[in-house]
């Protein structure tokens, strides 16, 4: 069965800190690992990671894949108020020529000034 | 300006009563997916289109249906045999395989 599991489930840290957050995965036949950030409505497109050990940057956020180890985070460095929303990975699999997006649980993130 | 159309935004509904929530495109993709979220949950997928008409039960599909007669249009009816109807409910969509899904801003239904 496809799995999407993150960790932590919730995180709180002060402004500043540097956060990483964890996404582990087995999927059908896969193509892509999304990272997403959602506030209060719908989910907005962070990254998506198609190759092992290449990082992308956007900012202050990064995140990378290892394939291998079925596994990826995401960086977020001097964090700052405005980056307290659930943030959720999703991996993309293919069964039967159609796409497939699982997504975790998501961890709900929380910076206090 | 391109995107996913949900509707309504708000809905609520007497237990016992079909409802069918809208998603329109006018992004030109294949897929189109509907996902179901709760209260601190991440989204579970209800059902997901390739192409018109043609769709696949997701991990969560019993009490739900949907239909796909045209490429811009996915509508999902929450059936009166779904037993936890009340959640945040997302449509979203993509071009070809392996490309970026992106959302619309979610139904919230709610059965009273």
């Known amino acids: 069965e496809d799995k999407v599991v993150q960790s932590p489930l919730s995180l709180v840290v002060h402004e500043g800190d540097t956060v990483t957050l964890n996404c582990s995965y087995e999927v059908t036949n896969f193509r892509s690992l999304l990272w997403y950030k959602q506030e209060k409505k719908a989910p907005t497109f962070l990254f998506m990671l198609t190759s092992s050990g290449i990082e992308k940057k956007s900012g202050r956020l990064s995140s990378i894949l290892d394939k291998k180890e079925l596994f990826s985070i995401l960086n977020i460095t001097a964090t700052q108020t405005g980056d307290s929303a659930v943030y959720l990975c999703?991996?993309?699999?293919?069964?039967?020529?159609?796409?497939?997006?699982?997504f975790g649980q998501g961890t709900r993130l929380t910076i206090n000034p | 300006d391109g995107g996913i159309t949900q509707s309504p935004k708000y809905l609520f509904r007497k237990e016992g009563q079909n409802v069918t929530l809208s998603c329109e495109q006018n992004l030109n993709h294949d897929a189109m997916y509907w996902y179901r979220q709760d209260p601190g949950q991440g989204l579970r997928l209800i059902y997901y289109s390739q192409i018109v008409n043609d769709f696949q039960k997701g991990d969560i599909a019993e009490g739900y249906s949907v239909s796909r007669e045209k490429k811009e249009s996915f509508p999902l009816t929450v059936t009166s045999a779904q037993k936890n109807p009340t959640a945040f409910y997302l449509c979203?969509?993509?071009?070809?395989?392996?490309?970026?899904?992106?959302f619309g801003e979610g139904s919230w239904l709610t059965v009273v």
């Open positions: 999703a991996v993309c699999g293919i069964i039967q020529g159609a796409q497939k997006l699982v």
């Open positions: 979203a969509s993509s071009g070809q395989v392996g490309n970026t899904i992106y």
